[in-house]
């Protein structure tokens, strides 16, 4: 058996179990035994029946008294079975399984964990995990992995198919770290780590076992952005800057720049200025001038003679960005042109043509722009918005359209430090930390349905003064496995019942994007009192009149979503407010909206979202070409990052391009983790 064996060649592992696997992500061996479990349970220790604890789940030895006895109540086969272990008796209860009769053994010993209860003076364990008493148990008398499998699969059958194919793969597990690593950071061997991440010897073995795996899968990361960083920074720059006078575009903006954003195009021209190329990302919360930022440099470059180009995630940011950067530089002089897939032919073939010739001096768009028809004249700078919502290979694919062009990236979703290393290790890091003067803070609320109609009637009365609303739903489609509000059966209830009065429409990604794009603009004259939408209006959308979002189900939101949204209102001078809707009552959630009605700064909220999620998808959406963090917890884990990252820093400046013999295999490592399209980072 070898790691990039199909699961299927695993013992116990049949056609139907080898599907389930596929739908969790498990295609090979290696993907088997790399799926590392989510928590632990502690069974290593037994309990005495005349010790054991009433309402808590417990761990005990027992042996069968009697041949089990099944029974009929209603609809229910219950089967019954006396167990004893010399201190006492507690009698097991197993429902719907009528088989357990002839499974359970008189007079043989086995390992019992479960919750009891004591129900007409006898102690009872309803339903219990059991198997034969074993030193060698997977289930039993160990501290036993926890894993996330669908609900057809029981955790019994993945610690078996995991434990085969460590088995049957265990000479394949080398190891492929340097060996002055593993000394320096006192790292155990892989093969060692393996096994222990998922059936540790001991609570040391298990502690030993997970910090070697998160170090190296942080180290393989940070190895790779720096080469990435490595192939950009210090390259010198083929383009000239002559001209830095940028006031006649200050002027034309309307307002005066904050010191924030004033310090960021200091930072900027420091970059053009050295005469390497640029690779810098801005890192600014909701409303804090980023564009104009963006459009200042942008300027510069067309007036030294280049072309700028920016791309947005969606039609309708690209549009909104087309309408508000032409307005300035057409007045300026300067040409622009709009590209993206809902073009006519016509449109897209003129756009094509001005763009290739140098007509077009300032292109926005979307996805469009890295398309093989498009061809550059003499492209000086390549703008990417909300970069979380690109790959890191459709940025690279957008500068290769260019000699060597300057790259800027933009993202409104504020990003914990350490996590903006590992994220943008390949780029400098451009913060601003300010919003303009006259932003009003956003009141936010979190309440349950029961407001529904105090909602309602608070929506109402603010149309009457002429404001707008947003309502985000989580689905577009009803769906009857679920109770979440679904956009289009939810608009159809305003319409018809709610505000019949008002003018209500929706808007959502699985619609053409014209339609999108009409929406929208209807929104922005004012034609459209409320808006019903998805997380399609999450980045960018700018009306200043709506001063109102209600965000249905908020707990299917991360923070940094939920920050993202509220950040569609609050952009006029009206007061504005954003009401968080959900019923739920776990733990996470409710700390998740109280901390959204607590703050408006952007990187507090981000930093508690990746506290909540730890490695869960920070972002809501996933980030391309890079590799899924199985196990690294980037909030608990920031002392081992801090490591990987030190190791990884003196790796690069000794053998960049890893060609020394001790370091050959973690490149070989590495190269497969990158090449591996279909995986993607999950935070």
């Given at each position: 058996m070898e790691l990039q064996d199909s699961i299927d060649v695993v013992k116990n592992i049949g056609l139907s179990r080898a599907k389930q696997l596929n739908k969790m992500g498990i295609a090979t061996v290696e993907d088997l035994i790399e799926y590392f479990p989510r928590s632990y349970?502690?069974?290593?220790?037994?309990?005495?029946?005349?010790?054991?604890?009433i309402g808590e789940v417990n761990n005990f030895k027992a042996k069968v008294f009697a041949k089990p006895e099944s029974m009929r109540a209603r609809a229910l086969t219950i089967v019954k079975a006396r167990l004893y272990d010399g201190s006492g008796y507690i009698e097991g209860v197993w429902y719907n399984q009528p088989y357990m009769k002839n499974v359970l053994i008189p007079g043989k010993e086995y390992v019992f964990t479960g919750k009891v209860t004591e129900k007409f003076g006898r102690l009872q364990v309803e339903n219990p995990d059991f198997e034969p008493f074993s030193q060698n148990s997977l289930n039993t008398g160990r501290i036993v992995p926890v894993y996330t499998v669908p609900s057809k699969m029981s955790q019994k059958t993945i610690r078996g198919c995991v434990k085969n194919a460590i088995d049957g793969v265990c000479r394949e597990i080398n190891e492929f770290m340097p060996e002055n690593i593993l000394k320096e950071r006192r790292l155990c061997c892989r093969s060692y780590a393996v096994n222990n991440i998922h059936f540790p010897e001991s609570d040391d073995a298990f502690f030993r076992a997970r910090r070697r795996l998160v170090f190296e899968e942080l180290l393989m990361l940070q190895m790779h952005l720096l080469q990435l960083k490595g192939n950009v920074t210090g390259k010198k720059s083929s383009i000239g800057i002559k001209d830095y006078d940028a006031s006649p575009l200050l002027a034309a903006l309307g307002f005066e720049l904050t010191k924030a954003q004033e310090n960021v195009i200091g930072e900027l021209f420091c970059d053009l200025r050295n005469g390497t190329v640029m690779n810098r990302l801005i890192q600014g919360d909701v409303g804090s001038g980023k564009t104009a930022v963006a459009m200042t440099l942008a300027y510069v470059l067309i007036k030294n003679g280049y072309q700028a180009v920016l791309m947005a995630p969606t039609d309708v940011l690209a549009n909104q960005h087309y309408k508000n950067i032409s307005r300035i530089f057409e007045a300026l002089g300067i040409k622009c042109a709009l590209l993206t897939s809902a073009l006519k032919r016509r449109e897209k073939n003129d756009a094509y043509e001005n763009i290739a010739k140098g007509e077009a001096q300032m292109i926005i768009g979307t996805h469009a722009l890295i398309q093989e028809a498009v061809a550059y004249h003499n492209l000086g700078l390549v703008i990417t918005d909300e970069q979380h919502r690109f790959g890191v290979r459709q940025r690279e694919e957008l500068a290769m359209k260019g000699k060597d062009p300057?790259?800027?990236?933009?993202?409104?979703?504020?990003i914990p430090r350490t996590l903006a290393l590992i994220l943008y290790g390949d780029m400098d890091i451009s913060i601003i930390d300010a919003l303009p003067p006259g932003r009003k803070k956003i009141d936010t609320f979190a309440v349950d349905h029961n407001y529904s109609k105090r909602l309602y009637a608070f929506v109402k009365k603010e149309i009457a003064k002429g404001r707008q609303a947003y309502i985000i739903c989580p689905m577009i489609e009803e769906d009857d496995k679920s109770e979440l509000k679904s956009v289009l059966a939810y608009t159809c209830e305003l319409k018809e019942k709610i505000f019949p009065e008002l003018r209500v429409e929706c808007i959502h990604g699985k619609m053409k994007n014209e339609e999108k794009q009409e929406i929208m603009s209807l929104f922005e004259k004012g034609n459209i009192d409320v808006l019903v939408a998805t997380t399609v209006i999450e980045v960018g959308i700018d009306v200043p009149n709506a001063s109102v979002m209600i965000i249905e189900n908020a707990e299917r939101f991360g923070l940094s979503a939920l920050h993202q949204l509220r950040g569609r209102v609050g952009r006029g001078s009206e007061k504005s407010y954003c009401i968080l809707v959900s019923d739920?009552?776990?733990k996470t959630s409710v700390e998740r909206l109280k901390t959204m009605c607590r703050t408006n700064d952007g990187f507090v909220i981000s930093e508690k979202d990746l506290e909540l999620r730890g490695p869960g998808d920070f972002f809501g959406t996933r980030q391309h070409g890079l590799p899924e963090m199985k196990i690294a917890n980037l909030?608990?884990?920031?002392?081992?990052?801090?490591?990987a990252q030190q190791s990884a820093i003196s790796l690069y400046k000794t053998d960049e391009k890893l060609k020394k013999t001790e370091n050959k295999l973690l490149k070989i490592r590495i190269s497969q983790l990158f090449e591996r399209k279909i995986k993607k980072i999950c935070l």
């Open positions: 349970e502690d069974r290593s220790r037994f309990t005495s029946i005349d010790n054991i604890n300057h790259v800027l990236v933009m993202t409104a979703t504020p739920a009552k776990n909030y608990k884990d920031i002392d081992i990052l801090k490591e």
